[in-house]
Every structure is written in structure tokens, then in C-alpha cells.
């Protein structure tokens, strides 16, 4: 079964610093799909970025790059030049590509980002 | 495209009614997923369809959830009777085939039992 853990419960990081939120995953299928999503206090979900299994390179979409290593199953994201507005809740999720969980989109429990300026 | 729109933004019922929440996924893609969020429980995922089937229902709580998607464009979620516990926000998503990186949220229906 597929299975997302994210041991950071919270964290807090200066404003314009890097923050690195942990996730990794388990799953015995080779072809997967990896997301991350933000959650403010107002409450939607706002996907930010997405890695492939099968990509070479790391995803990256503005100020969000996913350091994925692959053979340590993790997909940490990293946010470069921390802003207030970076404060928030973020959830790491996996989509199964194949076996009978094909297309399901699990969460972890997600990590409690704080910036102070 | 308006994205994914749920409805009712909020709902407040009392303990035993029935209540139902609505979602519209977005236009061309083929999987909806309804889920739950709770303080103590975190994201939890109820049911997803894809293709209008159910594929995996094993995370509705018990039969007073039920979901059904009659159409590409339209689901439901339906609790009868509704409990204080099924206090939550739900949430509806909409993705593209497998490989396909959209995956979008529509804003939460928050329902409170009373």
C-alpha cells in the first residue's frame, strides 16, 4: 500500500532564507507521480509542483525545486528566499501509476511552515 | 477553465439530516477524488472515480457516505444521517490521466452537525 510521511510537524525558517520540508514515500510500483501542496490559513489547497518517477531532472516552478532521490524514496521540497507569505501548511502527495491502487493520490500529514520576518 | 467548483461553500445542519455536496471537476480530466479534512484525522481520502466509476471507495467512514458520479462533469457526496463527527471540510479534486501533472482543488465544502 502506499504510504506518505512527512516528520515535520513544524517548522520555521527567517525570511529570505531556504527552508527544506522532508517527505518521503513508499510504494512498490516503478511508475508514480509526486506533489506538493500548500494550504493557507484561508484554507484551499494550491498544487506547486510535480515530479515524475521517471524524470531525470528535478522539478523546479519558481522559487519551489523538489530534490528527488529516488533510491531513498524522498521528495523534498525547497523553498529558495523565504517570504511571509510562504507561511502555511504543506502537504507532500504520491499517485500510483500502476497495480490496483492505479490513480489514487495519497496525502501525508503535512508540515506547519512558519516564516518570521 | 473555473476550475474545480464545489458547492455548498458551507453548510450547517442539524444532527440526522441528510446532506449533500457537489462538485464540478474540470472539463477533460478523468479523475475526481472526494476528500476529508479534520484536525485530528488530516486529509483523508474517501473515494475516487475514474471515468464516472468508483475505483476505490475503501475510505468512506461508513454507509451513511455514499458518492456517485453520474456524469464527467458532476459528482456528489452524500451523509444520510448526518453526525456532529462528519464536522469537516471536504474537499473534491480533479486530475488528468495518470502521468498528467494537473491536479487541482476545489475551495472545500465546511460542514458542521449540529
Known amino acids: 500500500a502506499q504510504k506518505i510521511t512527512q516528520t515535520q510537524p513544524g517548522m520555521f525558517v527567517q525570511e529570505k532564507e531556504a527552508v527544506t520540508l522532508d517527505c518521503t514515500y513508499d510504494?512498490?510500483?516503478?511508475?508514480?507521480?509526486l506533489f506538493w501542496y500548500k494550504q493557507p490559513s484561508s484554507g484551499e489547497m494550491i498544487f506547486l509542483i510535480y515530479?515524475?518517477?521517471?524524470?531525470?531532472q528535478n522539478a523546479t516552478e519558481g522559487r519551489y525545486s523538489l530534490n528527488f532521490q529516488k533510491a531513498r524514496k524522498s521528495a523534498n521540497l525547497v523553498i529558495s528566499a523565504s517570504q511571509l507569505g510562504d507561511s502555511a501548511m504543506y502537504f507532500c502527495?504520491?499517485?500510483?501509476?500502476?497495480?490496483?491502487?492505479?490513480?489514487?493520490?495519497?496525502f501525508g500529514q503535512g508540515t506547519i511552515l512558519t516564516v518570521h520576518p | 477553465d473555473a476550475g474545480v467548483i464545489q458547492s455548498p461553500r458551507h453548510e450547517v445542519t442539524e444532527m440526522g439530516q441528510e446532506v449533500t455536496l457537489r462538485c464540478k471537476p474540470i472539463?477533460?480530466?478523468?479523475?475526481l477524488f472526494w476528500y476529508r479534512q479534520t484536525m485530528m484525522r488530516g486529509l483523508e481520502l474517501l473515494i475516487y472515480?475514474?471515468?464516472?466509476?468508483?475505483?476505490?471507495d475503501s475510505g468512506m467512514p461508513e454507509d451513511r457516505f455514499s458518492a456517485k458520479m453520474p456524469n464527467a462533469s458532476f459528482s456528489t457526496l452524500k451523509i444520510q444521517p448526518s453526525e456532529p463527527r462528519d464536522s469537516a471540510v471536504y474537499f473534491c479534486?480533479?486530475?488528468?490521466?495518470?502521468?498528467?501533472?494537473?491536479?487541482?482543488f476545489g475551495q472545500g465544502t465546511r460542514l458542521t452537525v449540529v
Open positions: 502527495a504520491m499517485r500510483d501509476a500502476g497495480g490496483t491502487s492505479y490513480g489514487k493520490l495519497t
Open positions: 510504494t512498490s510500483d516503478p511508475s508514480y507521480g
Open positions: 515530479q515524475g518517477s521517471y524524470d531525470q
Open positions: 472539463s477533460g480530466h478523468d479523475y
Open positions: 472515480f475514474n471515468n464516472n466509476v468508483p475505483i476505490d
Open positions: 479534486a480533479s486530475i488528468g490521466g495518470v502521468g498528467n501533472t494537473e491536479a487541482f
